[in-house]
């Protein structure tokens, strides 16, 4: 979809034909039953899903395209673009051009792979197993917003794909609960987190992520880099994507017939959170000045802030406490009209005033959000600013501010 839209706009404004366009990936995936990391070419079996990557190369004014079959890294795309471009390079390359390929089966970087002495004697057998089982999961040919994936690779649990959930499917709640390792926005596509059984990690267990009441994925749980409880999945980007939007997780228990318990999910900033002492801040009452601001409401529950033009707009607030904060989190409940960004200025004792290198921003997205700071710095003193970013009519309602350390 994104690489579509780029070859649209770049013929839109005549810039195709000349254009050098390249498409690769940093690493592949995975995707292992086993919990062997999705990321790391540490056995046979990760490497071979790992290390191959797709490239594409087209070259200015190219009518014709080909497959070439050779080996070649990422390493090869420098000294290829440099050659297209016809500039000599100022320093030592690792790789090649590919247009000096000729009829060489690989490129010299090739020997640089991490595991290339112990598996690539294999390699042409080990990439197409790889290629048969990703297309075993993902299916060929189904537009990408369709696919979803029993990561489990056991025939018994397909036919739950797709599933709406029902009364009778649901068997109450499970024993189980997780925790979500980073972001649950919307606009996420893969997501991790960890199975616990009470407070224990719990692998060999069978989940289905649920969305918007119908089963998009399902997974197991398992141990990886000594981390036991891992899982890992990823969903259709047309789940992705709607603004309404969330993932609620359900054990799978065999029986007479399959069945689903929902577990407890919270994130790991909100488990970190809970675990600190909380400190009483009069938030509602703490608003010093303002910049950029058309409207600023403060009432029983909210602070409303409206900004018509893209004017910086920001929020100056009272200090938290009267003596220094050691690494305190701040927890922002806030609803938005729109996606935007959120930027957090604080001060430090050794650095009073608001830098850039004294923030944190995130990406928050239409409707209500929790937005978690947790600032690293020693001790944390006087006032801090919330900035609401840039780009048109903004409309926010901060409904909660929280701070623990």
């Known amino acids: 979809m994104l690489l579509h839209r780029l070859v649209l706009a770049l013929k839109e404004t005549g810039m195709y034909d000349k254009s050098l366009i390249i498409v690769t990936a940093d690493h592949g995936v995975s995707y292992s039953a086993e919990g062997l990391s999705r990321r790391d070419p540490l056995t046979k079996d990760s490497w071979k899903n790992i290390v191959s990557v797709p490239l594409i190369v087209k070259h200015p004014f190219q009518e014709v395209g080909k497959v070439n079959e050779s080996f070649v890294t990422t390493l090869d795309i420098t000294p290829t673009i440099m050659d297209v471009i016809e500039i000599d390079s100022p320093w030592d390359l690792a790789g090649e051009s590919l247009n000096t390929l000729g009829a060489k089966n690989q490129t010299s970087s090739v020997e640089l792979i991490p595991g290339y002495s112990e598996n690539f004697g294999n390699v042409s057998v080990l990439f197409q197993e790889s290629r048969s089982r990703k297309e075993a999961l993902f299916g060929v040919g189904s537009p ?134 909380i400190i009483e801040y009069d938030w509602k009452n703490s608003v010093v000045s303002t910049n950029g601001v058309d409207s600023l409401i403060i009432d029983d529950e909210n602070i409303s802030v409206i900004a018509s033009i893209s004017n910086d707009p920001f929020l100056i607030m009272q200090p938290i406490f009267d003596e220094p904060i050691p690494k305190p989190t701040i927890r922002i409940k806030i609803k938005s009209n729109r996606g935007l960004l959120v930027q957090l200025f604080y001060q430090t004792s050794d650095e009073p005033g608001f830098a850039e290198s004294r923030s944190q921003t995130y990406r928050i997205d239409e409707g209500s959000s929790s937005v978690y700071f947790n600032i690293p710095d020693a001790t944390v003193v006087g006032g801090f600013r919330l900035d609401f970013g840039l780009g048109g009519f903004t409309e926010v309602k901060i409904e909660d501010i929280q701070v623990r350390y």
Do not use: C
């Not at 719990?202 to 994925?217: F, L």
């Open 144 to 277: 990408v917003t369709d696919v979803t994936v029993n990561y489990t690779e056991d025939p018994m649990y397909s036919p739950l794909l797709n599933t709406e959930l029902f009364e009778s499917l649901v068997s109450g709640a499970s024993e189980l609960n997780a925790i979500w390792d980073g972001s649950m926005r919307p606009s996420e596509i893969s997501h991790f987190g960890i199975v616990y059984h009470d407070s224990e990690p719990a692998n060999g267990k069978v989940i289905a992520a649920v969305v918007n009441n119908r089963i998009r994925a399902i997974f197991l749980s398992g141990n990886v880099k000594g981390q036991s409880g891992k899982f890992a999945f990823s969903l259709p980007e047309a789940e992705a994507m709607p603004l309404e939007f969330s993932v609620t997780l359900y054990e799978v228990e065999n029986g007479a017939k399959l069945s689903l318990k929902k577990l407890s999910t919270y994130s790991s900033d909100q488990v970190a959170f809970e675990t600190k002492k």
